[in-house]
């Protein structure tokens, strides 16, 4: 399946060059746009950044599977990360990994059958003071409980 960026999201890259002295600098960026478009970085959109930056395919893997930021799976519609770092741990962060993976019967890194979501244990997404937190798809869940999780999965249902 060939991926080809939108012509507002070339717009958009262009943009992004202006701010780096180097197509390379830009890759993060580009790679975050290509994920906007796709909802994941697949192996044609990371073909397609790597032309479009001019550099090598090694370069572009290299960058998507450091962070977890991400996605070279499909995630579910809604996709739940959650910090279980050391002050989310602290505050209870492994009450409410444990309570979602259960109420949705999925492991780390699975998708729901029907496609609705897809959860996932994250390190610190640099929200500490407001621990413990998750992140649905790009909105932060800060001052999380584990009823609150639980109660934010039935209103996504």
Avoid at 12 to 25: E, Q
Avoid at 35 to 40: A, G, K, L, P, V
Avoid at 49 to 58: F, G, H, N, S, W
Wanted: charged letters at 25%; proline letters at 2%; hydrophobic letters at 40%.
């Amino acid at each position: 399946m060939e991926f080809k960026f939108t012509e507002e999201n070339l717009e958009k890259i262009n943009r992004v060059f202006a701010k780096y002295p180097t197509k390379k600098a830009a890759l993060m960026a580009v790679l975050y746009i290509a994920q906007e478009q796709n909802r994941y970085i697949s192996h044609e959109v990371m073909q397609e950044v790597a032309k479009l930056l001019e550099i090598t395919e090694e370069e572009v893997i290299g960058v998507v599977s450091f962070y977890t930021m991400y996605h070279t799976h499909q995630p579910g519609k809604y996709h739940l990360q959650v910090c279980t770092n050391v002050s989310c741990m602290l505050r209870g962060a492994y009450d409410i990994w444990n309570a979602i993976k259960e109420k949705t019967g999925l492991e780390d890194g699975q998708t729901s059958e029907d496609g609705l979501f897809s959860i996932e244990e994250v390190e610190c997404m640099g929200s500490c003071g407001t621990a413990p937190m998750m992140l649905v798809n790009e909105d932060y869940i800060e001052n999380l409980t584990k009823e609150k999780a639980l109660e934010l999965i039935d209103s996504l249902k």
